[in-house]
């Protein structure tokens, strides 16, 4: 069975340093990868995906980026923090198009605060 | 426009009640339709998955979807206070990118 992990869990930063946010999956090949943020009380907003190895697609413009460097690997990552990137910050992942169903599972999410 | 609309709640409820969880939609090629709880600092659980129209059940929960009214349910029968959890509603229209709604709050009282 698949399983998809991330750490930390739980993650206090000030402003102006950097981040970095790891996500693996196992169980499963070349798939889907999705990072999302979920401000307080707010529904997901995508941030990233990739559908392969150093292929990125960024959402939302902001201060943050992504890199996959293996084929389950998945990083997020910020030079500087903003007191906005305050959230819970959650991964997925989804089997590639074509799939025999098309859903998304989602690790149990990194919640990060910064000061 | 939001792709996905759901109405945030809080939702109360009394233990043993049927609870309705509704969802609506604006874009007509959706075709895979997902309810997912989310308990407190946890990440989203897929709880169910339909695809097109139609009903599915999974012992106490139904999820209907009508593709001609752009409307997706999630029916809980015999609610229980392990039940409350954020519920969030999500669809994707095949190509690996999925859109949720804002999530509804349930609390189901003892």
């Known amino acids: 069975s698949q399983t998809i992990h991330q750490w930390p869990a739980t993650l206090v930063q000030p402003v102006g340093s950097p981040l970095s946010l790891e996500c693996t999956v196992e169980?499963?090949?070349?798939?889907?990868l999705y990072w999302y943020r979920q401000a307080a009380g707010r529904g997901l907003q995508l941030l990233f995906y990739?559908?392969?190895?150093?292929?990125i697609s960024s959402e939302v413009p902001q201060n943050l980026s992504a890199s996959r460097p293996q084929d389950r690997q998945f990083i997020l990552s910020s030079k500087k923090l903003l007191l906005s990137d305050s959230g819970f910050y959650l991964c997925?992942?989804?089997?590639?198009?074509?799939?025999?169903?098309?859903?998304?599972?989602f690790g149990p999410g990194t919640r990060l605060t910064v000061l | 426009q939001k792709e996905v609309e759901q109405d945030p709640g809080p939702l109360s409820v009394p233990e043993g009640a049927i609870v309705s969880l509704n969802c609506t939609y604006s874009?007509?090629?959706?075709?895979?339709f997902m309810w997912y709880r989310q308990y407190s600092r946890k990440g989203p659980e897929l709880l169910m998955y339909?695809?097109?129209?139609g009903n599915k059940e999974d012992g106490r929960f139904t999820a209907q979807v009508d593709k001609s009214s752009k409307y997706i349910s999630l029916f809980i029968r015999d609610s229980q206070p392990s039940d409350s959890a954020t519920y969030l509603c999500?669809?994707?229209?095949?190509?690996?990118?999925?859109?949720f709604g804002s999530g509804t709050k349930l609390n189901v009282k003892p």
């Open positions: 997925a992942w989804s089997d590639q198009a074509g799939g025999p169903i098309d859903t998304q599972y």
């Open positions: 169980g499963t090949s070349n798939p889907n």
């Open positions: 990739s559908v392969g190895i150093g292929q």
């Open positions: 874009n007509s090629a959706f075709q895979y």
């Open positions: 339909t695809y097109s129209s």
């Open positions: 999500a669809m994707s229209g095949g190509f690996n990118k999925f859109y």
